[in-house]
C-alpha cells in the first residue's frame, strides 16, 4: 500500500467526514453517553479493524474515544487508513 499524496489526500479527506488530519495520521474525536458506551463503541472498531487488519491507535477517557489512523508499515497514509475511517463512519 503506498502512500498518498496531498492532492490524493485532500480528496480522501473531502470523503470522509469527522476525520482531520494530523500530520501522517487522521484523528476522529467520538463523545458517547458514558464509560460503558465508549466501551461498546470501542469493541465495535475493534472488530472492524480485525477484519481489515488495520488497526487505529485508541484513547478512552470515560466517554471520549480518541481515533488516530494512519499506515505504519508505510510511514503515513494510504489508502487503508481512509477505507477504515468510512467503515468507522458507518458504524
Ligand atoms: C502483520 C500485520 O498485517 C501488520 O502488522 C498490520 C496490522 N495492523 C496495522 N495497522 C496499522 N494502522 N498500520 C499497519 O501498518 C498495520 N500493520
Same mark, same amino acid.
Not at 480518541?66 to 510511514?75: D, I, K, P, Q, V
Not at 494510504?78 to 458507518?90: C, E, M, Q, V, Y
Given at each position: 500500500?503506498? !502512500?498518498?499524496? &496531498?492532492?490524493?489526500?485532500? #480528496?480522501?479527506?473531502?470523503?470522509? $467526514? #469527522?476525520?482531520? =488530519?494530523? #500530520?501522517?495520521?487522521? /484523528?476522529?474525536? /467520538?463523545? !458517547?453517553?458514558? +464509560?460503558? &458506551?465508549?466501551?461498546? +463503541? /470501542?469493541?465495535? /472498531?475493534? &472488530?472492524?479493524? &480485525?477484519?481489515?487488519?488495520?488497526? $487505529?491507535?485508541i484513547t478512552i477517557?470515560?466517554n471520549?474515544v480518541? !481515533?488516530?489512523?494512519?499506515?505504519?508499515?508505510?510511514?503515513g497514509?494510504?489508502?487503508?487508513?481512509?477505507? !477504515?475511517?468510512? =467503515?468507522?463512519?458507518?458504524?
Open positions: 500500500m503506498s !502512500l498518498l499524496d &496531498e492532492q490524493s489526500l485532500s #480528496g480522501e479527506l473531502a470523503q470522509t $467526514p #469527522g476525520w482531520e =488530519r494530523q #500530520g501522517d495520521a487522521i /484523528v476522529k474525536v /467520538v463523545r !458517547l453517553a458514558d +464509560f460503558a &458506551e465508549a466501551m461498546a +463503541f /470501542v469493541n465495535r /472498531v475493534a &472488530e472492524l479493524a &480485525e477484519a481489515a487488519d488495520h488497526h $487505529p491507535d477517557r470515560w471520549t480518541t !481515533l488516530t489512523l494512519s499506515t505504519h508499515s508505510a510511514g497514509l494510504t489508502g487503508k487508513d481512509f477505507d !477504515l475511517a468510512r =467503515r468507522i463512519n458507518a458504524l
